[in-house]
C-alpha cells in the first residue's frame, strides 16, 4: 500500500485532506462520478461544487435522481445547464427503487457514455471529494480494478459523531460479510468505490441482485471472483449534517441475509 496523508479530524480540515495533484495525462482521464440522489437537496450543491473544483479535466458527475419529492432532480438540471452537459449529467428515474438499482442505473450509463473510470460517491457529504485525485492515481499506477476508498485500513477515520454503538455495528458488518465471503478487503461494506471500466463489464451490472446497500459488498464480491485486484486507500468518513440516511429494517434485512446467498451461489 503506497504511503498515505495522516489522519484528518473532518473531510477537508487540515492540509492532509487537500487533493493532490495528479500529472496531466491522468488528470485527464475519463472519470464520472455516479451520485444516486433521493431528497438531497440540502447537500447536493455543495457536493456539485466540490467536485467540479477539482484539478480532474476529464471529470464528469452524473447525478442519479430518483423523482425527489424535495425537487433535488431540477437542481441537479439547473447544475447540468451551469457547468454544460460534459461535465454534470442528470439521469431521471421514476422512483425510488433503492441504492443499488440507482448505482446499477447510472454505472451502466456511464460505461456506455465512454468513461474509463467510474466513481461510486454518497450525496451527503460523508465521502470526500478531495480523496478522489488520489483514488485515481492509485488506480491508475496499480492497474487495480476496484479502488475503494476505506474506513478501516490503516489512516481511515471515523466521524466524532458515530458514537460506540454505530462504530461497532459497521465493524461488525464488515467482519461478517468478509468472513463469510472469505475476503481479506477490509471495508467490503464501503460505498465510496472506484471501478475500472472492463471491471464493471466483466460484473454485469444487469445480473447484480441487491437492491439496497448490500449492493456495495456483492459489486465487490464478483469483482474479486473474476479476478480482478482490490485497493484500499484511507478515507475520513463523516457524518451527514444534513437531511435523513435512508437505511431502514428491509435494507440491514437484505444486508444480513446477502452474503450467504451470495457464498451460497458461487458454490453451485
Known amino acids: 500500500m503506497p504511503s498515505m ?6 473531510p477537508d480540515a487540515n492540509p492532509a485532506s487537500r487533493a493532490v495533484a495528479l500529472p496531466a495525462d491522468w488528470a ?11 431528497n438531497e437537496a440540502g447537500n447536493l450543491p455543495g457536493m456539485v461544487r466540490a467536485l467540479m473544483a477539482l ?12 423523482s425527489s419529492p424535495d425537487g433535488t432532480g431540477e437542481i441537479a438540471d439547473r447544475h447540468a445547464r451551469e457547468f454544460g452537459p460534459e461535465r454534470v449529467g442528470v439521469l431521471h428515474r421514476a422512483g425510488k427503487e433503492g441504492l443499488g438499482r440507482a448505482y446499477a442505473a447510472g454505472m451502466a450509463q456511464a460505461v456506455a457514455d465512454g468513461a474509463r473510470y467510474v466513481l461510486q460517491m454518497d450525496a451527503d457529504g460523508s465521502h470526500p471529494a478531495s480523496k478522489v ?8 499506477a496499480t492497474g487495480a ?7 478501516y485500513v490503516e489512516g481511515g477515520t471515523l466521524s466524532d459523531a458515530w458514537g460506540a454503538h454505530r462504530r461497532l455495528l459497521s465493524r461488525w458488518a464488515n467482519a461478517y460479510a468478509g468472513t463469510i465471503l472469505g475476503t481479506r478487503v477490509r471495508d467490503i461494506t464501503g460505498g465510496f468505490n472506484l471501478w475500472r471500466e472492463d471491471a464493471l463489464r466483466a460484473i454485469d451490472l444487469a445480473s447484480v441482485d441487491s437492491a439496497g446497500y448490500s449492493f456495495q459488498v456483492e459489486m465487490k464480491y464478483r469483482a474479486l471472483r473474476r479476478g480482478y485486484g482490490v485497493m484500499e486507500v484511507p478515507i475520513h468518513f463523516e457524518d451527514r449534517t444534513v437531511g435523513e440516511s435512508k ?22
Open 5 to 10: 496523508p495522516s489522519k484528518p479530524s473532518g
Open 28 to 38: 485527464a482521464t475519463p472519470l464520472t462520478v455516479v451520485m444516486p440522489t433521493y
Open 55 to 66: 484539478d480532474l479535466p476529464g471529470l464528469r458527475l452524473l447525478v442519479v435522481d430518483d
Open 133 to 140: 485525485p488520489q483514488m485515481l492515481g492509485v488506480a491508475l
Open 145 to 151: 480494478g476496484v479502488t475503494l476508498g476505506s474506513r
Open 247 to 268: 437505511m431502514n429494517l428491509m435494507v440491514q434485512l437484505e444486508s444480513v441475509a446477502m452474503p450467504w446467498k451470495l457464498r451460497a451461489r458461487s458454490r453451485r
